[in-house]
């Protein structure tokens, strides 16, 4: 027998050994399909799907509803325009055919159609990176998170191909405004809420990270949390300032709370950041909250003043004991000055559990029998917030199982097209095991 060709049966030999049938057959499933799943991402990176972009998002949609229908989901639109001024949410539901719950694990896959970029943005193309042997390409939300809608549905397609799927219970919610979410969250939310609470698993689609070439996957996110300041002073000349009857005026109150912030929050797992700040005689704010004009002389003492920023916890319970300090801070004026601080929590955190530490168990098994590599846990630290934490208080979960990248959130994002087939070989088996 050849060299080529006696490796090649070992191969295949040592894949039999470990994986099942309907296993094998989703590897080569996913690789037979890999070259429209690519075809795929590039038409829905092309297709701009900024937050506020809601025809843009619907498209994005129109473009995933049939590869969904086709595998047997029922699909279901929940608009949020006239609720939240948002797009909305994409559900999708395989049911069990024996009934609910008789078809192992429930599964809810969680993923977003939206962007970062808007359609003023001069990032809108697919592109593949020079250089790269047509590994690598860029385009906005190529692996935030349209890499990963295509893991998810060649993963899905691999169990279809394989005949494991119609025994499967699964339900999909794709949110139309994960990098802005629409508020209340209790509102934009409330699909995958509902989802959450019947089901028994969580998979998040977003991007996984990379750490010395492995790839990795997380089991917690930090909160995404909103807050902004506001401050006010008596107006009066300059000469005055300090004295009893004038005060410190609303820069030097805002300047105060900002340095407290600094100074006396700093703990473990904990940031939060100053974006935007304004102050002087007059200021106007945007209606996007995110920029203004303020006017001011230097011997005027200001009477308004105001600052935007983000504050990222590790557990709620960090949250809430770290948004009293900052209301003690607050309240503690300079003489003349008042404040105040408004919060709005955008995302909760997801700590990390056992259920989720269980899950990674589970997935390095696929890892060693599919002969993948092992993926290791990364820090919480190093991604943000995200939806599966609406859920994280029903069921345990995987955070970043879509397609491997970098540069999220700016015009250097890209994706690595080799990791799209090996996570949808890795979604695909671990999701027909859990629904065993």
């Not at 900024?50 to 929940?78: C, H, Q, S, Y």
């Not at 209340?184 to 969580?202: M, W």
């Not at 003492?301 to 916890?313: F, W, Y």
Request: aromatic residues 4%; charged residues 20%.
């Amino acid at each position: 027998m050849k060299p080529i060709i006696l490796l090649l049966a070992l191969a295949i030999q040592a894949q039999a050994q470990t994986l099942s049938a309907p296993e094998a057959a989703m590897i080569r499933a996913v690789d037979a399909a890999n070259s429209d799943d690519l075809a795929l991402l590039e038409r829905i990176v092309n297709i701009n799907s900024g937050t506020m972009n809601i025809p843009g998002v619907l498209r994005v949609r129109d473009a995933l509803v049939p590869r969904f229908e086709a595998l047997g989901f029922k699909t279901r639109w929940n608009s949020m325009e006239s609720a939240v001024n948002r797009a909305g949410d994409l559900l999708a539901e395989h049911p069990c055919p024996s009934g609910a719950g008789r078809c192992g694990k429930r599964l809810l896959l969680i993923g977003h159609m939206d962007t970062v970029f808007e359609p003023d943005s001069p990032f809108q193309k697919y592109a593949v990176v020079p250089g790269s042997s047509g590994n690598i390409v860029s385009g906005p939300g190529v692996n935030d998170t349209k890499g990963g809608l295509i893991v998810m549905l060649s993963a899905l397609n691999a169990m279809k191909t394989a005949g494991v799927l119609d025994r499967t219970e699964i339900t999909v919610v794709l949110s139309g405004d994960e990098e802005r979410p629409g508020q209340p969250t209790s509102l934009s939310r409330r699909t995958l809420i509902e989802a959450g609470k019947r089901s028994d698993v969580a998979l998040e689609f977003e991007s996984t990270g990379r750490v010395d070439g492995k790839d990795s996957v997380r089991i917690a996110r930090r909160s995404g949390i909103a807050w902004q300041l506001e401050t006010t002073g008596v107006t009066a000349h300059s000469s005055q300032v300090f004295n009893d009857s004038v005060g410190y005026g609303a820069i030097y109150e805002l300047v105060r709370i900002l340095d407290a912030f600094r100074e006396q929050l700093p703990e473990k797992g904990l940031t939060f950041n100053v974006g935007l700040m304004l102050g002087g005689t007059t200021l106007e704010i945007n209606d996007a909250n995110t920029g203004g004009k303020a006017s001011g002389k230097t011997n005027v003492i200001p009477p308004v003043a105001r600052a935007n920023g983000d504050l990222r916890t590790l557990s709620n319970e960090q949250t809430q004991r770290i948004i009293a300090k900052m209301k003690a801070i607050v309240a503690a004026h300079l003489p003349r000055t008042g404040a105040t601080l408004t919060i709005e929590e955008n995302y909760p955190a997801m700590p990390e559990s056992e259920g989720s530490r269980d899950l990674v168990r589970q997935l390095n098994a696929v890892n060693a029998d599919a002969k993948l590599p092992t993926m290791t846990v990364s820090d919480v630290m190093a991604g943000g917030a995200g939806d599966i934490a609406f859920v994280a208080p029903y069921v345990p979960g995987l955070v970043g199982v879509g397609a491997a990248g970098s540069g999220a959130h700016a015009d250097t994002e890209v994706a690595y097209l080799d990791s799209i087939p090996a996570q949808a070989k890795r979604m695909a088996i671990l999701m027909y095991r859990l629904s065993r």
